[in-house]
């Protein structure tokens, strides 16, 4: 089921970094802000990940997933990237890549990948550089929910 998520795999294999660049605090977002929006889809709490970037992990209708934060100023209270990711272990027997192409092929928002053990993922990126409203994050929140939605029928 993918209920489970292999967050520390996915922490593992996720974490990178990323060039910074100037910008005003104006054009960065508060991970605070997003933290509440989060919390209006079901429990989330704001951790930190491998690299100390902060790291918001949620459930959504049971579903466990992570928001990841790139290219943070240095109080990481501001970021210009995020990303949602979600990961089912023991999937490696049920999924082939030809299955996760076709996935890839009908899905507009996620996008679908198997991790190094041959585990299904999807993630979903989201801009933060030059703002966003908080009617488009609501929304974006509702295309993960339906992504996850997706990823239990898919299993």
Known sequence: MFRTLALLGLLATMVFATPSSAQSDDERQNVD????????????RLETDGVGDPLIVGRMEGTLYGIFFYDCDDDKEQCRAMQFKAGSEGT?????????????????????FMDDEGDLGVKLAYNLAYGYTH???DDTFDWWRVILKKADDVL
């Open 33 to 44: 802000k997003i933290l509440d929006i989060a919390k209006g889809w079901g429990s989330a």
């Open 92 to 112: 490696s027997n049920k999924i082939s890549l030809r299955e996760i192409n076709a996935l890839n092929n009908d899905t507009v928002f996620g996008k679908w």
């Open 135 to 137: 009617r488009n994050l």
